[in-house]
C-alpha cells in the first residue's frame, strides 16, 4: 500500500512534506502514526517513511494529537503492540545518538519517559529493551520519577517506575522487578518501595489488590 501510493504521488517535494506532515506541528507524522497502529514494521517500510534531508526535529517531535505530547518513543510502547524487541531495535538503529539520548529523557504530558511508557504499558520487558531505554549518564532523580497528570486524571496518578511495573498485567513481573534492581542503587529502591501514588499506595500495595504472586510480594519488601 504504501509502495502504491508512493507511485501516485509524483511530486517528490509534495512526497517529501507529506513524510515531515509540516502543516500543522501538533500533528503525528506518518512514521508515528505508522507505529502507533502497525504491529509488524520493517527497516525498509520504515525507511520509506523517513524524509531523505532528516534531521534531529524530525526524530524529536511530539505528537499532541490524541497521545499527549509523546514522541516516536513513547508511541513504541502506548499501544501495547507485540513485537517489541524488533521495533525498538529498527529505531535504535535509525536514530541518531544524541537525539536517542534526548528522547530516552524526554518526558509526555503525564512526566512519563519513555522507560515509563514501556513499564506502565509493554508486552514485553527484559534487560536488554531496560538498557536501551536508559541515558548514557543517570543521575537518582530519573529513578525517582513519578507520573502526574496535566489534562485528565488517570489511575495511573503520582506512581514511579515500581508502581508501573506492578500494574502491568501483560509483562512477567518479577523479572522486570529483578531487572530494575540490579540497576537502581540500592538507597534509591527503598525510597521507591516507600513512595505512595495519589491513592496512597506503595508498589507493594499495588501489588497485594492485584494478587500478585507471592514471589513479587518478596520481591517488593527487599
Known amino acids: 500500500m504504501l509502495k502504491l501510493l508512493r507511485e501516485n504521488v509524483r511530486d517528490e517535494t509534495r512526497w517529501q512534506k507529506l513524510l515531515q506532515c509540516s502543516e500543522n506541528d501538533a ?3 506518518p512514521l508515528m502514526t505508522a507505529v502507533f497502529f502497525q504491529a509488524n514494521l ?11 534531508k532528516v534531521t534531529s526535529s524530525f526524530w524529536e517531535k511530539k505528537c499532541n494529537e490524541r497521545v499527549h505530547s509523546k514522541t516516536l518513543l513513547h508511541l513504541l510502547f502506548f499501544q501495547s503492540l ?15 545518538k ?4 534526548r528522547l530516552i529523557v524526554t518526558t509526555d504530558d503525564f512526566n512519563q519517559i519513555p522507560l515509563m511508557e514501556a513499564l506502565a504499558r509493554s508486552p514485553e520487558i ?4 531496560i538498557s ?17 497528570i496535566n489534562r485528565v486524571s488517570t489511575d495511573l496518578d503520582g506512581m514511579n517506575l515500581l508502581h508501573l511495573a506492578v500494574q502491568n498485567p501483560r509483562i512477567y513481573v518479577l523479572g ?9 542503587p540500592t538507597n534509591v529502591w ?8 495519589v491513592f496512597d499506595e506503595t508498589p507493594l500495595d499495588v501489588a497485594k489488590r492485584l494478587n500478585q504472586p507471592n514471589e513479587v510480594l518478596v520481591e517488593l519488601e527487599k
Open 27 to 29: 500533528e503525528c507524522t
Open 98 to 101: 544524541e537525539s536517542w539520548e
Open 82 to 96: 507485540p513485537n517489541v524487541r524488533s521495533r525498538v531495535q529498527i529505531f535504535k538503529k535509525l536514530i541518531p
Open 42 to 52: 520493517t527497516l525498509e517500510n520504515v525507511e520509506q517513511l523517513v524524509p531523505k
Open 176 to 184: 522486570t522487578l529483578e531487572c530494575l534492581r540490579t540497576r537502581i
Open 190 to 197: 527503598s525510597e521507591l518501595l516507600k513512595m505512595k501514588d
Open 126 to 129: 527484559n534487560e536488554e529493551i
Open 132 to 148: 536501551w531505554l536508559l541515558p548514557s549518564k543517570i543521575d537518582d532523580s530519573l529513578w525517582k520519577q513519578r507520573t502526574f
